[in-house]
Protein backbone atom coordinates (compact mmCIF):
# COMPACT_ATOMS: atom_id res chain seq x y z
CA UNK A 1 0.00 0.00 0.00
CA UNK A 2 1.62 3.25 -0.82
CA UNK A 3 0.60 6.06 1.90
CA UNK A 4 3.41 8.52 0.28
CA UNK A 5 3.59 9.70 -3.67
CA UNK A 6 6.24 12.14 -4.49
CA UNK A 7 5.99 13.69 -8.20
CA UNK A 8 8.35 15.50 -10.31
CA UNK A 9 6.92 18.26 -12.08
CA UNK A 10 8.81 19.04 -15.22
CA UNK A 11 8.35 16.17 -17.82
CA UNK A 12 6.30 14.02 -15.20
CA UNK A 13 2.57 15.48 -14.08
CA UNK A 14 3.77 18.51 -17.04
CA UNK A 15 4.91 18.90 -20.36
CA UNK A 16 6.84 21.67 -21.94
CA UNK A 17 3.47 23.80 -22.18
CA UNK A 18 3.94 24.12 -18.31
CA UNK A 19 -0.20 23.05 -17.98
CA UNK A 20 -0.94 20.26 -15.78
CA UNK A 21 -3.93 18.31 -17.83
CA UNK A 22 -7.21 17.69 -16.44
CA UNK A 23 -7.05 13.60 -16.12
CA UNK A 24 -3.44 14.46 -13.99
CA UNK A 25 -5.29 16.53 -11.52
CA UNK A 26 -8.41 14.28 -11.49
CA UNK A 27 -5.95 11.47 -10.54
CA UNK A 28 -4.03 13.53 -7.80
CA UNK A 29 -6.95 14.77 -6.20
CA UNK A 30 -8.60 10.96 -5.88
CA UNK A 31 -5.31 9.69 -4.16
CA UNK A 32 -5.43 12.66 -1.61
CA UNK A 33 -9.29 11.89 -1.22
CA UNK A 34 -8.27 8.40 -0.15
CA UNK A 35 -5.74 9.35 2.42
CA UNK A 36 -2.41 9.38 0.29
CA UNK A 37 -0.04 11.84 1.08
CA UNK A 38 1.13 13.81 -2.49
CA UNK A 39 4.06 16.07 -2.63
CA UNK A 40 6.13 17.47 -5.54
CA UNK A 41 9.98 17.03 -5.54
CA UNK A 42 11.22 19.72 -7.96
CA UNK A 43 14.28 21.85 -8.31
CA UNK A 44 12.00 25.18 -8.27
CA UNK A 45 11.78 27.50 -5.59
CA UNK A 46 8.83 27.83 -3.52
CA UNK A 47 7.30 30.97 -5.02
CA UNK A 48 8.09 29.34 -8.67
CA UNK A 49 5.77 25.47 -7.26
CA UNK A 50 3.29 27.29 -5.23
CA UNK A 51 0.76 27.87 -8.50
CA UNK A 52 1.14 24.33 -9.33
CA UNK A 53 0.86 22.95 -5.60
CA UNK A 54 -2.03 25.29 -5.48
CA UNK A 55 -3.49 23.59 -8.81
CA UNK A 56 -3.25 20.44 -6.99
CA UNK A 57 -4.56 21.11 -3.90
CA UNK A 58 -1.40 19.38 -2.46
CA UNK A 59 -0.97 20.44 1.32
CA UNK A 60 2.24 18.03 2.31
CA UNK A 61 5.62 20.26 2.24
CA UNK A 62 6.93 20.43 -0.83
CA UNK A 63 10.46 19.51 -1.47
CA UNK A 64 11.73 22.43 -3.28
CA UNK A 65 15.79 23.16 -4.33
CA UNK A 66 16.32 19.43 -5.01
CA UNK A 67 14.96 18.66 -1.79
CA UNK A 68 17.32 21.17 0.04
CA UNK A 69 14.13 23.22 0.84
CA UNK A 70 11.37 21.27 2.40
CA UNK A 71 7.70 23.39 3.21
CA UNK A 72 4.31 23.72 2.88
CA UNK A 73 2.54 26.38 1.38
CA UNK A 74 1.38 28.96 3.82
CA UNK A 75 4.04 27.20 6.24
CA UNK A 76 7.25 27.20 8.01
CA UNK A 77 10.23 25.72 6.83
CA UNK A 78 10.91 22.47 7.96
CA UNK A 79 14.08 22.10 6.51
CA UNK A 80 16.48 23.90 4.69
CA UNK A 81 20.06 23.05 3.70
CA UNK A 82 22.20 25.78 2.36
CA UNK A 83 25.17 26.03 -0.22
CA UNK A 84 28.45 27.12 2.12
CA UNK A 85 30.18 30.61 0.90
CA UNK A 86 33.06 29.32 -0.19
CA UNK A 87 31.54 27.18 -2.51
CA UNK A 88 29.01 29.39 -3.94
CA UNK A 89 31.82 31.99 -4.50
CA UNK A 90 33.29 28.82 -6.51
CA UNK A 91 30.62 28.31 -8.60
CA UNK A 92 30.33 32.19 -9.72
CA UNK A 93 33.71 32.46 -10.26
CA UNK A 94 34.21 29.27 -12.09
CA UNK A 95 30.65 30.07 -14.32
CA UNK A 96 32.10 33.45 -14.81
CA UNK A 97 35.55 32.08 -15.87
CA UNK A 98 33.50 30.33 -18.31
CA UNK A 99 31.32 32.46 -19.56
CA UNK A 100 28.48 30.39 -18.48
CA UNK A 101 24.77 31.63 -17.91
CA UNK A 102 24.75 32.20 -14.21
CA UNK A 103 21.78 32.27 -12.14
CA UNK A 104 21.85 32.79 -7.94
CA UNK A 105 19.07 31.33 -6.02
CA UNK A 106 19.00 32.82 -2.52
CA UNK A 107 16.89 32.44 0.57
CA UNK A 108 13.69 32.55 -1.97
CA UNK A 109 14.77 35.07 -4.80
CA UNK A 110 16.77 34.52 -8.26
CA UNK A 111 19.34 36.54 -9.15
CA UNK A 112 21.07 37.29 -12.62
CA UNK A 113 23.56 39.34 -14.02
CA UNK A 114 21.50 39.98 -17.07
CA UNK A 115 18.74 37.94 -19.28
CA UNK A 116 20.07 36.30 -22.66
CA UNK A 117 16.76 34.48 -22.87
CA UNK A 118 13.10 35.78 -23.13
CA UNK A 119 12.05 36.80 -19.92
CA UNK A 120 9.00 34.36 -20.78
CA UNK A 121 11.86 31.49 -20.38
CA UNK A 122 12.66 32.52 -16.61
CA UNK A 123 9.35 32.58 -15.82
CA UNK A 124 8.22 29.48 -17.02
CA UNK A 125 11.26 26.98 -16.06
CA UNK A 126 12.69 28.79 -13.19
CA UNK A 127 11.66 31.38 -11.11
CA UNK A 128 9.41 34.81 -11.56
CA UNK A 129 10.27 37.81 -10.34
CA UNK A 130 13.88 37.70 -11.28
CA UNK A 131 16.33 40.27 -10.00
CA UNK A 132 18.70 41.56 -12.44
CA UNK A 133 22.08 43.40 -12.41
CA UNK A 134 22.92 43.04 -8.64
CA UNK A 135 26.64 42.37 -8.22
CA UNK A 136 27.32 38.62 -6.95
CA UNK A 137 29.53 40.35 -3.83
CA UNK A 138 26.35 42.03 -2.68
CA UNK A 139 24.01 39.39 -2.68
CA UNK A 140 26.44 36.70 -0.91
CA UNK A 141 27.48 39.71 1.89
CA UNK A 142 23.10 39.55 2.35
CA UNK A 143 21.75 36.13 1.91
CA UNK A 144 22.65 32.73 2.24
CA UNK A 145 22.85 30.85 -1.13
CA UNK A 146 20.42 27.70 -2.00
CA UNK A 147 21.97 26.74 -5.11
CA UNK A 148 23.97 28.04 -8.31
CA UNK A 149 22.49 26.45 -11.72
CA UNK A 150 23.95 27.26 -15.33
CA UNK A 151 22.29 27.50 -18.48
CA UNK A 152 23.44 25.68 -21.61
CA UNK A 153 22.70 24.07 -24.57
CA UNK A 154 22.32 20.64 -24.06
CA UNK A 155 25.17 19.34 -26.32
CA UNK A 156 27.40 21.30 -24.10
CA UNK A 157 25.72 20.15 -20.56
CA UNK A 158 27.84 17.06 -20.74
CA UNK A 159 31.80 18.95 -20.45
CA UNK A 160 30.38 21.50 -18.00
CA UNK A 161 28.97 18.34 -15.28
CA UNK A 162 32.71 17.01 -15.89
CA UNK A 163 34.37 20.36 -15.13
CA UNK A 164 32.05 20.93 -12.22
CA UNK A 165 32.20 17.15 -10.75
CA UNK A 166 35.67 17.43 -10.56
CA UNK A 167 36.13 20.96 -9.05
CA UNK A 168 33.80 20.60 -6.58
CA UNK A 169 33.71 17.02 -5.34
CA UNK A 170 33.13 16.78 -1.78
CA UNK A 171 31.93 20.18 -1.36
CA UNK A 172 29.05 20.17 -3.16
CA UNK A 173 26.48 18.18 -5.52
CA UNK A 174 26.48 18.31 -9.60
CA UNK A 175 22.98 17.79 -10.87
CA UNK A 176 21.35 17.87 -14.16
CA UNK A 177 17.61 19.02 -13.77
CA UNK A 178 16.80 19.77 -17.40
CA UNK A 179 18.50 19.45 -20.59
CA UNK A 180 19.98 22.85 -20.37
CA UNK A 181 19.98 23.35 -16.50
CA UNK A 182 23.07 22.09 -14.70
CA UNK A 183 23.33 22.90 -10.72
CA UNK A 184 25.32 23.42 -8.33
CA UNK A 185 23.70 22.35 -5.03
CA UNK A 186 24.90 21.39 -1.36
CA UNK A 187 26.69 18.39 -0.62
CA UNK A 188 23.96 16.10 0.53
CA UNK A 189 20.93 17.06 -0.89
CA UNK A 190 19.22 15.50 -2.92
CA UNK A 191 15.33 14.47 -3.99
CA UNK A 192 16.07 10.63 -2.74
CA UNK A 193 17.96 12.22 0.93
CA UNK A 194 14.57 14.70 1.10
CA UNK A 195 12.19 12.09 0.76
CA UNK A 196 13.38 10.19 3.10
CA UNK A 197 13.33 12.73 5.60
CA UNK A 198 9.56 13.65 4.53
CA UNK A 199 8.81 10.31 4.92
CA UNK A 200 10.05 10.18 8.11
CA UNK A 201 8.54 13.02 9.60
CA UNK A 202 5.16 11.18 8.51
CA UNK A 203 5.79 7.81 10.00
CA UNK A 204 5.76 6.17 6.42
CA UNK A 205 8.19 3.09 5.92
CA UNK A 206 10.19 3.67 2.86
CA UNK A 207 7.83 0.47 1.28
CA UNK A 208 4.49 2.75 1.11
CA UNK A 209 6.70 5.24 -1.03
CA UNK A 210 6.55 5.90 -4.55
CA UNK A 211 8.34 8.36 -6.74
CA UNK A 212 8.18 9.26 -10.17
CA UNK A 213 10.33 11.35 -12.53
CA UNK A 214 12.12 11.35 -15.81
CA UNK A 215 15.63 12.90 -15.35
CA UNK A 216 18.83 13.07 -13.49
CA UNK A 217 18.10 14.73 -10.31
CA UNK A 218 15.42 12.23 -9.93
CA UNK A 219 17.38 9.48 -9.86
CA UNK A 220 18.11 9.26 -5.91
CA UNK A 221 14.29 9.71 -4.94
CA UNK A 222 13.16 6.83 -7.78
CA UNK A 223 15.94 4.53 -5.89
CA UNK A 224 15.22 5.51 -2.79
CA UNK A 225 11.19 4.60 -3.11
CA UNK A 226 9.82 1.62 -1.89
CA UNK A 227 8.37 1.47 -5.91
CA UNK A 228 10.69 3.81 -7.88
CA UNK A 229 8.85 5.09 -11.52
CA UNK A 230 10.43 6.56 -14.38
CA UNK A 231 8.25 8.27 -17.12
CA UNK A 232 8.51 7.23 -20.73
CA UNK A 233 9.74 10.46 -21.76
CA UNK A 234 13.06 9.77 -19.19
CA UNK A 235 16.61 9.63 -19.93
CA UNK A 236 18.19 6.41 -20.76
CA UNK A 237 19.84 5.78 -16.77
CA UNK A 238 16.62 7.48 -15.13
CA UNK A 239 14.59 4.33 -16.92
CA UNK A 240 17.46 1.86 -16.00
CA UNK A 241 17.02 2.28 -12.38
CA UNK A 242 13.42 2.52 -12.16
CA UNK A 243 11.08 -0.28 -10.99
CA UNK A 244 8.69 0.24 -13.46
CA UNK A 245 8.52 2.36 -16.90
CA UNK A 246 5.17 4.59 -17.01
CA UNK A 247 3.45 5.99 -20.34
CA UNK A 248 5.38 9.47 -21.56
CA UNK A 249 3.81 12.75 -19.81
CA UNK A 250 2.31 13.57 -23.54
CA UNK A 251 0.08 10.07 -22.70
CA UNK A 252 -0.83 11.35 -18.80
CA UNK A 253 1.63 8.96 -17.59
CA UNK A 254 1.31 10.29 -14.15
CA UNK A 255 -2.84 8.96 -14.31
CA UNK A 256 -1.58 5.39 -15.05
CA UNK A 257 1.56 5.25 -11.93
CA UNK A 258 -1.67 6.85 -9.59
CA UNK A 259 -3.85 3.78 -11.00
CA UNK A 260 -1.46 0.95 -10.90
CA UNK A 261 0.14 1.76 -7.89
CA UNK A 262 -1.94 3.88 -5.64
CA UNK A 263 -5.57 4.06 -6.30
CA UNK A 264 -7.91 1.79 -4.59
CA UNK A 265 -11.13 2.53 -7.41
CA UNK A 266 -10.52 3.17 -10.77
CA UNK A 267 -10.75 7.04 -12.03
CA UNK A 268 -14.57 7.63 -13.48
Same mark, same amino acid.
Given at each position: ?? =????????? @?????? !??? =? +???? !??? /?????????????????????????????? @?? +???????? *??????????????? +????????????????????????? !?????????????? #???????????????????????????????????????????????????????? /??????????? #??????? *??? !?????????????? #??????????? /?????????? @????????? *???? +?? @???????????????????
Amino acid at each position: MI =RLAAFDLDG @TLMGAD !QKI =R +PRVR !QAV /AQAQDEGVIVTLATGRMIAATERFARELNV @TA +PLLCYQGG *WIQALDGPVLRRITL +PATAAWAALELGEAQGWHILLYAEG !QLFVREFLYPVAFY #DALLGSGVIVGQPWESILAAHEVDKVLYVAEPEAIPAMATLLQRRFAGLAEIVRSH /AMFIEVVPLGV #DKGSALA *WLA !QHFGVPRDEVLAAG #DQENDLTMIQW /AGIGVAMGNA @TPPVQKVAD *WIAP +PV @TEDGAVTILERFVLKGSLP
